[in-house]
């Protein structure tokens, strides 16, 4: 028998997927299985998939059903391809201080989400620990870009209405570095979330300190939002240099006297980024987070002179 669902939590190859009844357990299978190691993450929690169930109760997921966007990394050991999260509606990327508030990770998860369409939120947790003159002062570029910046204190349940509401009805993948606090929002929104992460380690027999890479929980307004396992490094995966210009914006404008027209604001002579520096117009925090994506998006396509 085959029915269609929808991937609500991940971990590993297992993946969860609730097909309008009932959540099933399901690994890909068929096509999808093939080439197993480098294929296992390449179904995301919100993917669409159809499931053929076995008669042990089983299921394998048999396609993915065409996605509208996926956030999707590069993992570091093999190189094969992670779908964290497909069909997003909103990026939310969180922040804390302890070292600092990482806008070099933001700025990366910014490119893979605007190259996607997905929209974004910035959130910046541990509020108890921030003065707003630092916030203000650090997030000054992305201020003037226009991207909305909600600080809040997930722990002590302070300042999340706002947030809330903004995203009210979405589909909402919380991302960010180990730490920041996003099972914390989570559990603070979510009645019973912890609960329920506890029941799934159960069934997988798995040890009590498995995270799952993504789960996603259902808020009482129909809000979708997914957990996501905190990482160190977030490596794009097939990004290229024409991407970046939609996530430096700025830097783009401030290109638009440079002497190339396909000038990539690095070495290039006659560009006009430098002037857009010294004028302050771009941050040099921003411009540095841009040599580095740089890089890494011409590492995997040839640039175009
Ligand atoms: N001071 C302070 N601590 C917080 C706040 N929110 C979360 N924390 C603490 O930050 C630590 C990490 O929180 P988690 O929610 O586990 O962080 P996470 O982002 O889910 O981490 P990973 O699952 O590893 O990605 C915990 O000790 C929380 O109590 C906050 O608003 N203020
Ligand atoms: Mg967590
Ligand atoms: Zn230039």
């Not at 999707?72 to 600092?100: I, Q, Y």
Request: glycine share 10%.
């Amino acid at each position: 028998m085959q029915v269609e669902g929808q991937v609500y939590q991940t971990m590993g190859k297992w993946h969860w997927v609730w097909d309008g009844a009932v959540v099933r357990q399901g690994f890909p299978g068929g096509r999808l299985a093939l080439g197993e190691g480098r294929r296992k993450n390449r179904v995301g929690v919100g993917d669409r998939v159809t499931l053929r169930l076995q008669s042990d109760g089983s299921a394998l997921i048999e396609a993915i059903l065409p996605r509208k966007n996926k956030l999707s990394r590069r993992m570091s050991f093999t190189g094969a391809e992670h779908v964290v999260a497909a069909n997003v509606d909103v990026l939310a990327v969180m922040l804390a201080p302890n070292p600092l508030l990482n806008t070099a990770l933001l700025d990366r998860y910014l490119v893979a989400a605007l190259s996607q369409g997905m929209e974004v939120a910035v959130l910046v947790n541990k509020m108890d620990l921030l003065s707003e003159s630092d916030v203000d002062e650090t997030l000054a570029p992305y201020r003037r870009l226009n991207y909305p910046i909600f600080p809040m204190a997930a722990k002590l349940r302070r300042d999340l209405d706002a947030f809330l509401s903004a995203v009210a009805g979405r589909w909402v993948v919380l991302v960010g570095h180990s730490g920041v606090g996003k099972t914390t929002l989570v559990n603070a929104v979510v009645p019973g979330a912890e609960e329920k992460v506890g029941e799934v380690r159960e069934a997988t027999g798995k040890g009590r300190h498995t995270t799952s890479s993504a789960i996603a929980h259902r808020l009482v307004d129909g809000t979708i939002l997914v957990d996501t396992a905190g990482i160190r490094e977030f490596a794009l995966w097939e990004v290229g240099w024409r991407d970046l210009e939609v996530a430096f914006p700025e830097i783009h404008e401030a290109g638009a006297g440079c002497r190339f027209p396909d000038c990539q604001h690095s070495r290039e002579p006659g560009c006009a980024v430098k002037g857009g520096l010294q004028a302050g117009r771009v941050s040099p925090r921003r411009y540095e987070s841009y040599l580095s994506l740089l890089q890494e998006a011409l590492g995997k396509e040839t640039p175009g002179r």
